[in-house]
Antibody
Framework: QVQLVESGGGLVKPGGSLRLSCAAS????????MSWIRQAPGKGLEWVSH????????YYTDSVKGRFTISRDNAKNSLYLQMNSLRAEDTAVYYC???????????WGQGTLVAVSS | QSALTQPASVSGSPGQSITISCTGT?????????VSWYQQHPGKAPKLMVY???NRPSGVSNRFSGSKSGNTASLTISGLQAEDEADYYC??????????FGGGTKLTVV
């Protein structure tokens, strides 16, 4: 069955960096667009970024452009999110999700918490 | 990209039907038939309930149905059950090749 397992979250100071990973299994990873979606504590869902199957097409939400970088390694069935210049407002649970078409997601990971605080 | 507009909360009694609205613009909801609805219980990942405006994934109860008119999409839950109590989010593909979510609606089954 499809499994997505995020890791790499934690507590980081403002201005710091963190790299999230998402290990995929149970499907042909290289066949699917993948996304990162986040949810601040007690708040709603916010799409962060998505990447095409080959990694050549990438989009970001405006608030993370220039600070976050999405990437993937199809040989390792893994998705990544490099987060630099972190701000307090980046504090959230970060989910990776498998896109089955037009940014619609049937499969989500369990999420990893990123807390940005001094 | 502004968030889609959903009511903050709705409530209903067991067995009743409720509808949650999701209003966007012609650049998102009105322009594409790629509206999804997600159910989220506390501490859990979202679960897809409806995609492409009105389609249900395998395994989702037919008590959940979606529709769209103009820039507003709707999720209707019929025969409310206690386990339907959760937060519900709509989302839509946008003209900017991005995704926008609604602010979320808390459903209470009283």
């Amino acid at each position: 069955q499809v499994q997505l397992v995020e890791s790499g979250g934690g507590l980081v100071k403002p201005g710091g960096s963190l790299r999230l990973s998402c290990a995929a299994s149970g499907f042909t990873f290289s066949d699917h667009y993948m996304s990162w979606i986040r949810q601040a504590p007690g708040k709603g869902l916010e799409w962060v970024s998505h990447i095409s199957q080959s990694g050549t097409i990438i989009y970001y939400t405006d608030s993370v452009k220039g600070r976050f970088t999405i990437s993937r390694d199809n040989a390792k069935n893994s998705l990544y999110l490099q987060m630099n210049s972190l701000r307090a407002e980046d504090t959230a649970v970060y989910y990776c999700a498998r896109d089955f078409g037009w940014l619609q997601f049937q499969h989500w990971g369990q999420g990893t918490l990123v807390a940005v605080s001094s | 990209q502004s968030a889609l507009t959903q009511p903050a909360s709705v409530s209903g009694s067991p067995g009743q039907s409720i509808t949650i609205s999701c209003t966007g613009t012609s650049s998102d909801v009105g322009g594409y038939n790629y509206v999804s609805w997600y159910q989220q219980h506390p501490g859990k990942a979202p679960k897809l309930m409806v995609y492409d405006v009105s389609n249900r994934p395998s395994g989702v109860s037919n008590r959940f149905s979606g529709s769209k008119s103009g820039n507003t999409a709707s999720l209707t839950i019929s025969g409310l059950q206690a386990e339907d109590e959760a937060d519900y989010y709509c989302s839509s593909y946008t003209r900017s090749n991005s995704l926008v979510f609604g602010g979320g609606t808390k459903l209470t089954v009283v």
